[in-house]
């Protein structure tokens, strides 16, 4: 298979046909880890497909290694004439290539900012004017009757509640949310978050970049509750989630306990028990596609 | 002790009285194991992120809270609040959650903005 044919049928596929399938599959659900190995990888190798698939036709190779391609590019950049003996085609594909490429770098650069700068102000503040409940020690509570409770990432991580929500909840459902948070926290979604959101304004007349935020957004949610059920027992998190309409959103940058998801998620909570063994089939997720991603690069299989 | 602690501690000194400015002098009598400079410090670091408002009053530097508490909790949760998706029902349930005497500081609040 070419370089350039590979990277149309990886393209067409993780861009559109695979999160048109996946959307409504449920058997994600009660493999969140899986779901979020797999939707991030549609995502990776989506986006990386058609920046090489722009690349090929812009370089003007269809065979043969995309280095080699790129060397010859450089060269001809270092001789002051980096367009020299391009068509009309060469130039678009180029043109593409490095308008997406920088697109999604400068979003993802403009996010992150915004978020950290936002994670630390946030936490500033919350370390200033929130107290601690005697019974959960690490977790801040805001002296607020609005219930509200969500992770901070950030140096630390912060897990915030606030008196309203103290006051709704039972304290083994308090446990559950706190448990919840945590395991934000454990899995590290924090930087997830900020991926979703630089990614989320792009074009999105295009399957995956329509549904990949709020998908992975799921997945994230449904792993915490995941990690909260080894803590707590499965009543109290489905108590808690029974209540999350009574409660609003998080701040930006944060991840908060909300109404998005609470009926699947209250659902698969039913249904299943948190599994261990989706690990493997993460690494057979992940090792497939960096294959893959060596293949489009290298232009072969 | 952390210095985001004794932060935190310097500004309950100025809730505590929250229509005062204190000088550093003054500051440093609650806190009488801390060093003059460390409460200076401390004083200027809460002054840069903007928690306190320095003024200069002859060859003196005296300092007050920006906010009371209360503000600052409130700016939290109405920050959680913009981002939810039905934000009119959020807001509905907030202003329900207030106590009377809140929403009527909040109204009167209001009716002043909007004959401005």
Redesign the interface.
């Known amino acids: 298979m070419t370089g350039v044919s590979l990277a149309i049928a990886t393209s067409v596929t993780c861009l559109v046909v695979a999160p048109t399938l996946l959307r409504s599959w449920r058997r994600f659900d009660t493999y969140p880890r899986v779901g979020l190995a797999v939707w991030s990888a549609l995502v990776i190798l989506g986006w990386l497909s058609a920046i090489v698939l722009f690349l090929r036709v812009g370089l003007g190779e269809s065979r043969g290694s995309l280095v080699s391609g790129l060397g010859s590019f450089a060269a001809r950049l270092g001789d002051g004439h980096p367009l020299r003996g391009l068509g009309f085609r060469e130039v678009v594909g180029l043109s593409l290539a490095f308008d997406v490429l920088l697109l999604m770098l400068g979003s993802l650069i403009r996010t992150g900012v915004t978020i950290a700068f936002n994670r630390r102000r946030h936490r500033s503040l919350v370390d200033l004017v929130a107290g601690h409940s005697d019974a959960l020690i690490d977790v801040c509570v805001l002296a607020h009757p609005q219930p509200l409770a969500y992770f901070l990432p950030g140096r630390g991580g912060r897990v915030v509640v606030t008196q309203g929500a103290v006051d709704v909840l039972s304290s083994a459902e308090l446990e559950a949310v706190v448990a919840h948070e945590r395991g934000h926290h454990h899995g590290r979604h924090g930087a997830w978050l900020i991926s979703l959101q630089a990614l989320s304004p792009f074009v999105q007349f295009i399957p995956l970049a329509r549904w990949a935020p709020t998908t992975v957004r799921m997945y994230l949610e449904m792993s915490a509750d995941d990690f909260a059920r080894r803590q707590v027992h499965r009543s109290a998190l489905e108590g808690a989630l029974g209540k999350v309409s009574l409660f609003s959103a998080a701040p930006l940058g944060a991840m908060g306990l909300t109404n998005d998801f609470s009926s699947r998620r209250l659902e698969r909570l039913a249904t299943s028990s948190p599994y261990l063994l989706d690990l493997a089939v993460v690494v057979a997720v992940v090792s497939a596609s960096l294959s893959l991603v060596w293949s489009i690069v290298l232009g072969h299989l | 002790m952390k210095l985001?602690d004794l932060?935190?501690e310097v500004?309950e000194v100025f809730w505590a009285e929250p229509s005062r400015s204190l000088t550093v002098r003054e500051v440093t009598t609650h806190f009488p194991k801390h060093a003059y400079t460390t409460i200076m410090t401390i004083l200027s670091r809460l002054a840069t992120?903007g928690?306190l408002i320095e003024e200069k009053i002859g060859r003196l530097n005296s300092f007050s809270a920006a906010a009371s508490?209360e503000d600052?909790?409130?700016?939290?949760?109405l920050?959680?609040?913009?981002?939810?998706?039905d934000r009119q029902a959020?807001l509905a349930?907030?202003a329900e959650?207030?106590p009377p005497g809140d929403r009527k500081y909040f109204s009167r609040m209001f009716n002043r903005r909007s004959e401005k």
Do not use: D, N, Q
């Open positions: 985001g932060e935190r500004m992120k928690f508490r600052y909790i409130t700016s939290l949760i920050e959680a609040l913009s981002g939810t998706h959020v349930r907030f959650s207030m």
